[in-house]
Structures are given as structure tokens and as C-alpha cells.
């Protein structure tokens, strides 16, 4: 039976200092099973389902009436399992990302069997993370953790561009946010339809900011005028 998994891969700056962290930690303390991980936060999952058409439908449905779903990265944290302790940068979502994923889980919860417990949580107790190391760490993990906690940590900012479904490890689809439509395998892997994404993203902004100038030089009214004219001949 096929295996799945929901997931956000990080993109840009956040997806190059995720990386960079990944290869320095590896290599300083010889951490394996890293090297060619994507940088992601995991969403819902892994998984199995005996209707794939209506898991992609739910997920569809869900997706397109969001609008800009924004989080930060915030840092470093940790899972102290007795065995297998797991060390991530942590996520702090809005709340329009909180929302959406405990939707997500909602809407896919009956018709799926999650091996994640994660999955069968409320909006707020949901711990969003990515991973930067996890695999034989436990007698090193007082040296990466001491290690970490000496570096100043930028404020990466980052828009949900794209929601990943993984089948088997491998992209079954992908929904762009900014052409509000499903991608196949073919599509997301497509670097002209990554730059038009990007180019989407770019224009947005550059309208949200002229909205903005406008707004900040919209014409006093009459009243602002007079009061000014007060004011100048006191």
C-alpha cells in the first residue's frame, strides 16, 4: 500500500539557511541521514488511504478558499524522545496557518490512517518544525544543541506558496497558491512554472505596496485643511 505525506517545502532564503545548517551540522559532528533531506515542515502524516482521488479532492477543496497563509522561523528547539531526539528550527505560524492545517487534518482524518500523533491535534498544540537533524544524535546532542544556541538566528519571514503530496517519497501533486491550481508530478517539478510563481508572488506585493503609497498620500479633506489653517495662523 502506498505511503503519504503532506507537507510545505521551504523555499528561498529559508530553504538556503535550512540547507547550509543541515551540511555545517553534518560535517562538524558527523550527523548522518541529513545530506539530501528537503527542507519542509510535515503538515499531515506519513499515511495510507484506500481512496487517493477523494484525499486529493479534500486537500483541493481546502486549498483553494485560502488566501496569503504567512509563518516565521523563530529559532531552534527540540524533541527529547528517550531515543531518536530530534532537532529543528522552530515555526511560528499565523493563524491562518494554524487554522489550515487543523482543518487539513480534520478533512482528512476519516478518510486516512495517520501514523502521527501529531495529526490528532487542536489548532494551538500542533508543533510546527523543520527538521535539521535527527538521526544518531543522542550522544551528540549537548554539543548541537550548545553549538546552536550560540547562533544568532535571522528573522526569515515566508509565504505558503505550495502544498506538497508526497506518494512513496515522490511528488504526486502540488498546489500552487498563486496560480490556484493542482500541479501534477510534470508541473511542479517545472522550473518555468516555479518562475511564474515567483513572478505572481512579486506583482502582489508590488500592488500591495502601491496600495499602501496611496493610501499614506490620499488629499486631506476640508476639515484637515481648515485645521492646518488654524494652526499656521496662531
Same mark, same amino acid.
Given at each position: 500500500?502506498?505511503?503519504?505525506l503532506?507537507e510545505?517545502?521551504l523555499?528561498?532564503?529559508?530553504?538556503?539557511?535550512?540547507?547550509?545548517l543541515?551540511k555545517?551540522?553534518g560535517?562538524?559532528?558527523?550527523?548522518?541521514?541529513?545530506?539530501?533531506r528537503?527542507?519542509?515542515i510535515?503538515?499531515?502524516?506519513?499515511?495510507?488511504t484506500?481512496d487517493e482521488?477523494k484525499?486529493?479532492?479534500?486537500i483541493l477543496?481546502?486549498?483553494?478558499?485560502?488566501?496569503?497563509?504567512?509563518?516565521?522561523?523563530k529559532?531552534?528547539?527540540?524533541f527529547?524522545?528517550?531515543?531518536?531526539k530530534v532537532i529543528?528550527?522552530?515555526?511560528?505560524?499565523?493563524?491562518s496557518?494554524?487554522?489550515?492545517r487543523?482543518?487539513?487534518?480534520?478533512k482528512l482524518?476519516?478518510i486516512t490512517?495517520?501514523?502521527?500523533n501529531?495529526?490528532?491535534k487542536?489548532?494551538?498544540?500542533?508543533?510546527?518544525?523543520?527538521t535539521?537533524?535527527f538521526k544518531?544524535?543522542?550522544?551528540?546532542?549537548n554539543g548541537i544543541?550548545?553549538?546552536l544556541?550560540?547562533?544568532?538566528v535571522?528573522?526569515?519571514?515566508?509565504t505558503?506558496?505550495?502544498?506538497?503530496i508526497?506518494?512513496?517519497?515522490k511528488?504526486?501533486?502540488?498546489y500552487?497558491?498563486?496560480?490556484?491550481? +493542482?500541479?501534477?508530478?510534470?508541473?511542479a +517539478?517545472?522550473?518555468?512554472l516555479?518562475?511564474?510563481?515567483i513572478?505572481?508572488l512579486?506583482?502582489?506585493a508590488?500592488?500591495?505596496?502601491?496600495k499602501?503609497q496611496i493610501?499614506?498620500?490620499?488629499?486631506r479633506?476640508l476639515?484637515?485643511?481648515?485645521k492646518? +489653517?488654524?494652526?499656521?495662523?496662531?
Amino acid at each position: 500500500m502506498a505511503h503519504y505525506l503532506i507537507e510545505f517545502r521551504l523555499r528561498g532564503f529559508a530553504k538556503r539557511y535550512s540547507q547550509e545548517l543541515i551540511k555545517e551540522i553534518g560535517r562538524k559532528f558527523r550527523v548522518r541521514g541529513m545530506k539530501d533531506r528537503v527542507s519542509h515542515i510535515s503538515l499531515y502524516g506519513p499515511f495510507t488511504t484506500n481512496d487517493e482521488r477523494k484525499m486529493v479532492s479534500e486537500i483541493l477543496n481546502l486549498c483553494r478558499r485560502q488566501d496569503r497563509i504567512y509563518f516565521s522561523l523563530k529559532g531552534f528547539n527540540y524533541f527529547n524522545n528517550p531515543k531518536n531526539k530530534v532537532i529543528y528550527l522552530d515555526v511560528a505560524p499565523s493563524e491562518s496557518f494554524k487554522l489550515f492545517r487543523y482543518e487539513l487534518a480534520s478533512k482528512l482524518r476519516p478518510i486516512t490512517k495517520s501514523t502521527s500523533n501529531e495529526d490528532k491535534k487542536n489548532k494551538d498544540s500542533f508543533e510546527f518544525h523543520s527538521t535539521i537533524a535527527f538521526k544518531d544524535i543522542d550522544n551528540k546532542f549537548n554539543g548541537i544543541w550548545n553549538y546552536l544556541s550560540k547562533k544568532n538566528v535571522p528573522n526569515i519571514r515566508q509565504t505558503l506558496l505550495r502544498l506538497t503530496i508526497l506518494r512513496n517519497g515522490k511528488i504526486l501533486n502540488e498546489y500552487d497558491f498563486l496560480h490556484k491550481r +493542482l500541479f501534477n508530478r510534470r508541473q511542479a +517539478l517545472n522550473k518555468q512554472l516555479w518562475f511564474r510563481t515567483i513572478s505572481i508572488l512579486k506583482q502582489k506585493a508590488h500592488q500591495q505596496n502601491g496600495k499602501i503609497q496611496i493610501k499614506q498620500t490620499k488629499p486631506r479633506g476640508l476639515w484637515d485643511k481648515f485645521k492646518s +489653517l488654524l494652526v499656521k495662523f496662531k
